[in-house]
């Protein structure tokens, strides 16, 4: 294996062929990595089965000990629970599922006393079908002001019976349902890309954006760090609503030069952020907004991180590419040369709330596109593949300059739940797809923290709002911490040497390796990743430092294993 460095594929501000040095980070936001709270699943304080703000609060300390630096909750808002609480009935309060809002305040407190930033999740999509401007719109009548900050349009056809266009709901089913007006008839047809209960909002309207100013002001004023942005890309939609016909992709476009869906990316969301960057700008702190944009390729995704705009954007082509060496390669110097040309860090991410724990997901076979949840009778993937290729992928992310998200209980190695029965579902995309895809609730499982507790630890009964599988317990928290090897401890290791060794703050340099093999070097750190079928000899004078998992009986690198070296040369610091 030669050591020869190739020319710097990738920067993040440093010369060619220089390595940025690790003690000037800057702002935190730029190699922060931060944790996604899914409160209904996190912990429960009451025993009731869905987990809550006081709950949360009591596991603060496991955050501080994994050695995260920021936690995201996503939303805990009043709601009808629709979905999930991404329908926000209030904006500006906590549901009773999840506690009061003083629960909210302490919770700020707690996390700040710990040196943790929270990041709060904000929904200016739509709304819940239950807030009060929904209920006066529909009050009003066409043409009403209240109606306005929807959108509302006529039917299609001589009676209006037809939606006003053929764009569908991401959960399945017409993006449109048609109200009941005051007087009794059939009247007009209102856009909600998402589920019934969930309107959109007429972002040209400009009570609806000063509503989202006074939102961001309400929360920077409690003593959020931040707000992660719900469908950030969908907020605009084309003026003149025309049909879509190519509908295989609900959530994002083509490519940066080709059409892009009418409902998606339109350029008219930039104003947005930039109006809200100068709000957070206001503030002290290092108050940021993190985009979650569904949109490809990456120079198309790096608009939304531009200086005047939003501070991160999610990384979805990273969550989505192969696990090959092209593949990553690919996507790794694709999104730091896009990041970089706005001066904007790279958000790297593998698993969220919505997609399959990429402990399921890597096991599938490679090349297979992303499926919308996993059911009992479909192919059960491999559990030991996936989570060796999981270790081997967070350890190769978290060795890439920038910011990374982990989402609860991947630190555990939390596979998907494969197995949960189809009528314990609640996410709606199961009844709009009219079953057709199981949808998220696989990933949103209560998690374990206690082998042997009422449901695994999560609360003080059995009560989950999910059924936790029986293979939970092998997983849980108090099985992993202090055992050399489990996932817990890699990721708590890996957390360490992140922040000790500057990698998020640094550069990568590509360097010469074997087919399927990914190797380049962050600082004074060599990063290899074998993704061939035979072992591969460390390079010659390499101690290593740590491993996604065991190095085989001859010392070489298995199949699906990330590693950590060090070499000692001049010049690589």
Same mark, same amino acid.
């Given at each position: 294996?030669?050591?020869?460095?190739?020319?710097?594929?990738?920067?993040?501000?440093?010369?060619?062929?220089?390595?940025?040095?690790?003690?000037?980070?800057?702002?935190?936001?730029?190699?922060?990595?931060?944790?996604?709270?899914?409160?209904?699943?996190?912990?429960d304080?009451?025993?009731?089965?869905?987990?809550?703000?006081?709950?949360?609060?009591?596991?603060?300390?496991?955050?501080?000990?994994l050695?995260?630096?920021?936690?995201?909750?996503?939303?805990?808002?009043?709601?009808p629970?629709?979905?999930?609480?991404?329908?926000?009935?209030?904006?500006r309060?906590?549901?009773?599922i999840?506690?009061?809002?003083?629960?909210?305040?302490?919770?700020?407190?707690?996390?700040?006393?710990?040196?943790?930033?929270?990041?709060?999740?904000?929904?200016?999509?739509?709304?819940?079908?239950?807030?009060?401007?929904?209920?006066?719109?529909?009050?009003?009548?066409?043409?009403?002001?209240?109606?306005?900050?929807?959108?509302?349009?006529?039917?299609?056809?001589?009676?209006?019976?037809?939606?006003?266009?053929?764009?569908?709901?991401?959960?399945?089913?017409?993006?449109?349902?048609?109200?009941?007006?005051?007087?009794g008839?059939?009247?007009?047809?209102?856009?909600?890309?998402?589920?019934?209960?969930?309107?959109?909002?007429?972002?040209?309207?400009?009570?609806?954006?000063?509503?989202?100013?006074?939102?961001?002001?309400?929360?920077?004023?409690?003593?959020?760090?931040?707000?992660?942005?719900?469908?950030?890309?969908?907020?605009?939609?084309?003026?003149?609503?025309?049909?879509?016909?190519?509908?295989?992709?609900?959530?994002?476009?083509?490519?940066?030069?080709?059409?892009?869906?009418p409902?998606?990316?339109?350029?008219?969301?930039?104003?947005?952020?930039?109006?809200?960057?100068?709000?957070l700008?206001?503030?002290?702190?290092?108050?940021?907004?993190?985009?979650?944009?569904?949109?490809?390729?990456?120079?198309?995704?790096?608009?939304?991180?531009?200086?005047?705009?939003?501070?991160?954007?999610?990384?979805f082509?990273?969550?989505?590419?192969?696990?090959?060496?092209?593949?990553?390669?690919?996507?790794?110097?694709?999104?730091?040369?896009a990041?970089?040309?706005?001066?904007?860090?790279?958000?790297?991410?593998?698993?969220?709330?919505?997609?399959?724990?990429?402990?399921t997901?890597?096991?599938?076979?490679?090349?297979?596109?992303?499926?919308?949840?996993?059911?009992?009778?479909?192919?059960?993937?491999?559990?030991?593949?996936?989570?060796?290729?999981?270790?081997?992928?967070?350890?190769?992310?978290?060795?890439?300059?920038?910011?990374?998200?982990?989402?609860?209980?991947? @630190?555990? +190695? /939390?596979?998907?739940? $494969?197995?949960?029965?189809? %009528? &314990?579902?609640?996410?709606?995309?199961?009844? #709009?797809? !009219?079953?057709?895809?199981?949808?998220?609730?696989?990933?949103?499982?209560?998690?374990?923290?206690?082998?042997?507790?009422?449901?695994?630890?999560?609360?003080?009964?059995?009560?989950?709002?999910?059924?936790?599988?029986?293979?939970?317990?092998?997983?849980?928290?108090?099985?992993?911490?202090?055992?050399?090897?489990?996932t817990?401890?890699?990721?708590?290791?890996?957390?360490?040497?992140?922040? @000790?060794? +500057? /990698?998020?703050?640094? $550069?990568?340099?590509?360097? %010469? &390796?074997?087919?399927?093999?990914?190797y380049? #070097?962050? !600082?004074?750190?060599?990063?290899?990743?074998?993704?061939?079928?035979?072992?591969?000899?460390?390079?010659?004078?390499?101690?290593?430092?740590?491993a996604?998992?065991?190095?085989?009986?001859d010392?070489?690198?298995?199949?699906?294993?990330?590693?950590?070296?060090?070499?000692?040369?001049?010049?690589?610091?």
């Open positions: 294996m030669s050591e020869s460095p190739l020319p710097a594929t990738t920067s993040t501000g440093a010369e060619p062929g220089v390595a940025r040095r690790v003690d000037a980070p800057g702002p935190w936001w730029r190699h922060a990595v931060i944790y996604q709270i899914y409160p209904r699943s996190f912990a304080s009451d025993g009731d089965g869905i987990g809550d703000l006081p709950g949360i609060i009591a596991r603060l300390d496991h955050l501080v000990e050695g995260v630096d920021a936690v995201w909750l996503s939303p805990f808002y009043p709601s629970q629709a979905d999930a609480g991404y329908d926000v009935a209030d904006y309060d906590v549901d009773p999840f506690g009061r809002l003083a629960d909210a305040d302490q919770l700020l407190a707690a996390a700040r006393s710990r040196g943790l930033r929270v990041i709060v999740d904000l929904v200016p999509n739509h709304t819940s079908s239950a807030h009060p401007w929904f209920g006066a719109a529909l009050a009003a009548g066409p043409g009403g002001r209240e109606r306005s900050r929807y959108v509302f349009r006529d039917g299609r056809g001589p009676d209006g019976a037809e939606p006003p266009n053929d764009w569908q709901s991401v959960f399945g089913g017409p993006a449109w349902t048609r109200v009941t007006e005051p007087d008839r059939p009247g007009q047809w209102y856009l909600h890309l998402f589920d019934t209960g969930q309107p959109d909002l007429n972002w040209d309207h400009p009570e609806v954006r000063a509503e989202f100013v006074d939102i961001l002001r309400y929360w920077l004023d409690r003593g959020v760090d931040g707000f992660r942005v719900d469908v950030a890309h969908g907020l605009v939609k084309q003026a003149d609503l025309a049909d879509w016909k190519p509908q295989d992709e609900p959530v994002s476009g083509p490519g940066t030069e080709g059409p892009r869906p409902m998606w990316d339109q350029d008219g969301v930039h104003e947005i952020y930039q109006d809200w960057r100068r709000v700008d206001s503030y002290p702190g290092e108050r940021i907004l993190v985009a979650e944009a569904w949109v490809q390729p990456a120079e198309r995704l790096a608009a939304y991180v531009r200086p005047d705009e939003m501070h991160q954007a999610f990384n082509e990273y969550l989505e590419a192969s696990w090959s060496a092209p593949a990553q390669y690919a996507v790794i110097t694709r999104s730091l040369a990041s970089a040309a706005v001066g904007a860090p790279t958000t790297w991410v593998l698993s969220n709330h919505d997609v399959i724990r990429h402990a997901r890597l096991a599938l076979p490679i090349g297979t596109p992303r499926p919308r949840g996993i059911g009992v009778d479909d192919p059960q993937p491999d559990p030991v593949l996936g989570l060796r290729r999981a270790r081997a992928a967070t350890l190769l992310m978290l060795s890439l300059p920038g910011s990374a998200y982990l989402y609860q209980g991947e @630190e555990l +190695g /939390l596979p998907e739940h $494969t197995t949960l029965p189809d %009528e &314990s579902r609640q996410d709606p995309t199961w009844e #709009r797809s !009219g079953h057709a895809e199981r949808g998220r609730d696989g990933c949103r499982v209560p998690i374990p923290w206690e082998a042997d507790a009422p449901s695994y630890g999560f609360g003080p009964a059995d009560a989950s709002w999910l059924p936790q599988p029986t293979l939970w317990a092998e997983y849980a928290l108090d099985r992993q911490r202090g055992v050399p090897g489990s817990y401890e890699v990721y708590r290791t890996s957390l360490r040497l992140r922040r @000790e060794r +500057g /990698l998020g703050t640094g $550069t990568v340099y590509w360097l %010469e &390796s074997p087919d399927g093999v990914l380049f #070097r962050n !600082g004074a750190l060599r990063v290899l990743t074998n993704f061939g079928a035979d072992p591969v000899e460390l390079p010659e004078g390499a101690e290593l430092v740590h996604s998992g065991p190095l085989d009986p010392g070489r690198v298995p199949t699906d294993v990330t590693v950590w070296l060090r070499l000692d040369e001049a010049g690589e610091d």
